[in-house]
C-alpha cells in the first residue's frame, strides 16, 4: 500500500516541480524585462530634428483675456487664462546662444505618466530636443500658425510640429486649453482639466455629446484667435523675446490635432486674416461643418480616418464622423486637400510616436505599426507644404501629386484646385 501511495506521489511532485520551474523562469524573465525597462527609459531620445532653414528658439507666455469669461473654470466670473508657448526662427549663426530648452520643465513635467506606469516611459529629462532659450529671433518678418492640441493634451507634447514649422520660418503659438488639458501650467499653477472642459461622454454620438462638443469648440476657437492676436501685438511690444518688427500680422494660419483640429477650422472660418486651416485626424463639430472655410483647407488622418471624409466605415460612430467631414468639404469653396497615414493611429500625431515606451504601455495607447519618427516626418512634410502653399503662395507638387515615391505611407483622398479667377 505504501508502495502504491509512493507510486501516486511520484507524478504529482513532478508535476510541481515543472511548475515551479516555469514559475521561477516567469518571474526571472519579467525581472529581467523590468530591468531592461529600467536601463532602457533612462537613455536619452532625441526628437526628429527640424529640416527647415532656421534654427529655432522658444519662450513662453502666460496671458489673461480679460474680456473673457471662462466658461470651462470651476469658479464663475474667471477671466479667461492661458499658456502659450512659442517657437520661432533663429538664425544658423545664433544657434550657440542661449541654452537648451527642457522638453517639460518645471511642473510641466507632471505630463509624465505617474507611479507605476510611468516605469515604461522615457524620463522627460532624457528627452532631448532642438529648440533654444534665450536667443533673438532671426531677421525678417514670419507669419504666425497657431497651433492646438487633442482634448486632454498640453502643447509641449507637440513639440516635434511645432520646432519643425518654425525652422520653416514661421512663428508657432501652441496653445493649451485650460481647464481641458489633464494639465496645465498658468502664472505658475498647476491647472487640472474640469467637467466643464473635459466632460466624459463627448466621444459618442448623442446629441447631447455633440452639443457638449460645439461649447468646448467654440471656446478653443476664441482661445487659438487670442493668441494669434498677442502674437500680433508682439511686433510692436517686443515681450519675453523681442519680437518688434518680425511679426507678419497680415497673415495666419491654424493646425490642431484631434479636438484642437476642429478648434482650428472653426477658428479660421472666424479670423478674416485667416491663410489656411489643417485638422490632423479631428472629427469636425462647430458652425464651420455646414458653413465651409472660403480659404484652404487640409485634413490628415490616421489609416481609414473617417474624418478625412473618405473610409470604409466601421460603425455609427464611423459613418457619423464621414457625414460631418463630407459636409464640411461640400460646404467648403477653398482649396482642398484630404490624406492618411497608412500605419498610422491618433497618438502618432504628438510626440508619443517618438517617446520610449515600453511594450506593454505601447500597446494601451492609440499608436500605429509605422514608426513613430516616420509618423511624425510625413506629418511635417505635408504641414510644410501646405503652409507655404497658402501662406506664401509656393509651387504645390507634394499636395497634387497622386503618389509620393518619398513618402509612400500617404494615401491621397482628395485635391480640389483653387476655384478659376
Not at 80 to 96: C, I, K, M, N, Q
Request: net charge positive.
Amino acid at each position: 500500500m505504501a508502495r502504491a501511495e509512493r507510486r501516486r506521489r511520484g507524478p504529482l511532485r513532478r508535476a510541481l516541480a515543472v511548475v515551479l520551474a516555469i514559475f521561477l523562469a516567469v518571474v526571472v524573465a519579467c525581472a529581467g524585462y523590468v530591468g531592461y525597462v529600467a536601463v532602457r527609459s533612462s537613455r536619452p531620445v532625441t526628437l526628429p530634428p527640424p529640416t527647415g532653414a532656421y534654427a529655432v528658439g522658444r519662450t513662453a507666455y502666460d496671458w489673461t483675456d480679460a474680456g473673457r469669461t471662462d466658461p470651462l473654470a470651476p469658479h464663475p466670473g474667471t477671466a479667461r487664462e492661458l499658456s502659450v508657448w512659442l517657437w520661432y526662427p533663429v538664425a544658423r549663426t545664433d544657434a550657440g546662444r542661449g541654452h537648451p530648452a527642457d522638453y517639460a520643465p518645471g511642473e510641466w513635467s507632471q505630463l509624465h505618466f505617474p507611479g507605476p506606469v510611468g516605469l515604461g516611459e522615457g524620463s522627460f529629462g532624457n528627452l532631448r530636443i532642438h529648440a533654444r532659450e534665450g536667443v533673438p529671433v532671426a531677421n525678417g518678418r514670419f507669419p504666425v500658425v497657431v497651433l492646438e492640441p487633442g482634448l486632454g493634451f498640453a502643447a509641449p507634447q507637440y513639440t516635434t510640429l511645432a520646432e519643425n514649422l518654425a525652422g520653416h520660418g514661421y512663428l508657432v503659438a501652441g496653445v493649451t486649453p485650460t481647464y481641458s488639458a489633464n494639465l496645465g501650467v498658468v502664472h505658475g499653477r498647476t491647472v487640472r482639466a474640469s467637467d466643464a472642459g473635459n466632460p466624459s461622454g463627448l466621444e459618442g454620438t448623442s446629441a447631447r455629446a455633440t452639443a457638449e462638443a460645439k461649447r468646448i469648440v467654440a471656446v478653443w476657437a476664441a482661445d487659438a484667435r487670442f493668441a494669434a492676436r498677442r502674437v500680433a501685438a508682439l511686433d510692436g511690444s517686443g515681450g519675453t523675446v523681442d519680437l518688434r518688427g518680425h511679426v507678419d500680422t497680415g497673415r495666419v494660419a491654424y493646425v490642431g490635432h484631434s479636438f484642437g483640429g476642429a478648434a482650428s477650422l472653426e477658428a479660421c472660418r472666424t479670423d478674416a486674416a485667416c491663410a489656411g486651416a489643417v485638422d490632423l485626424d479631428g472629427k469636425e463639430f462647430g458652425p464651420v461643418v455646414h458653413t465651409g472655410l472660403r480659404v484652404p483647407l487640409m485634413l490628415v488622418g490616421s489609416e481609414n480616418s473617417c474624418v478625412t471624409g473618405t473610409c470604409s466605415p466601421a460603425s455609427d460612430t464611423d459613418r457619423g464622423d464621414l457625414a460631418v467631414a463630407r459636409s464640411l468639404l461640400a460646404a467648403s469653396t477653398g482649396e482642398e486637400y484630404a490624406y492618411s497615414i497608412t500605419g498610422a493611429r491618433h497618438f502618432n500625431f504628438t510626440d508619443y510616436g517618438a517617446y520610449y515606451l515600453a511594450r506593454p504601455l505601447r500597446a494601451l495607447l492609440a499608436l500605429g505599426p509605422i514608426d513613430g519618427d516616420r509618423a511624425l516626418t510625413v506629418q511635417n512634410a505635408y504641414l510644410v507644404a501646405f503652409l507655404d502653399h497658402v501662406v506664401h503662395g509656393s509651387s504645390r507638387p507634394l499636395l497634387t501629386a497622386s503618389h509620393s515615391s518619398k513618402y509612400p505611407e500617404v494615401r491621397v483622398l482628395r485635391h480640389r484646385a483653387p476655384p478659376s479667377p
